[in-house]
Nanobody, 115 residues
Framework: QVQLVESGGGLVQAGGSLRLSCVASGSLAGFNTMAWYRQAPGKQRELVATANSIGTTLYADSVKGRFIISRDNAKNTVFLQMNSLKPEDTAVYYC?????????WGQGTQVTVSS
């Protein structure tokens, strides 16, 4: 089993930055993909960015050039550096992991961007 714990959310003004962290624990060996999703009120959960264990990254068009996903595999941690934040980035951000064991979600962390 895998557990994911996010941190780093909060309230920030438009144009500001936040850095989210997600620490994974449990059975972690093997190829895997870590990702950040977000869900705004009244909207479906959407993919923000992914990074797999060999370094390939992928971003949603809405965050390209503003967000950076990175991993510290030695610490089983994935980060999401969010710059130039906009009010439309307001959402609960969820950490996600996929590997041969299955799909795993964190509990989510709230990010609120004020205008």
């Amino acid at each position: 089993q895998v557990q994911l714990v996010e941190s780093g959310g909060g309230l920030v003004q438009a144009g500001g930055s936040l850095r989210l962290s997600c620490v994974a624990s449990g059975s972690l060996a093997g190829f895997n993909t870590m990702a950040w999703y977000r869900q705004a009120p009244g909207k479906q959960r959407e993919l923000v960015a992914t990074a797999n264990s060999i370094g390939t990254t992928l971003y949603a068009d809405s965050v390209k050039g503003r967000f950076i996903i990175s991993r510290d595999n030695a610490k089983n941690t994935v980060f999401l550096q969010m710059n130039s934040l906009k009010p439309e980035d307001t959402a609960v951000y969820y950490c996600h992991r996929s590997d041969y064991r299955g799909l795993f979600w964190g509990q989510g962390t709230q990010v609120t961007v004020s205008s």
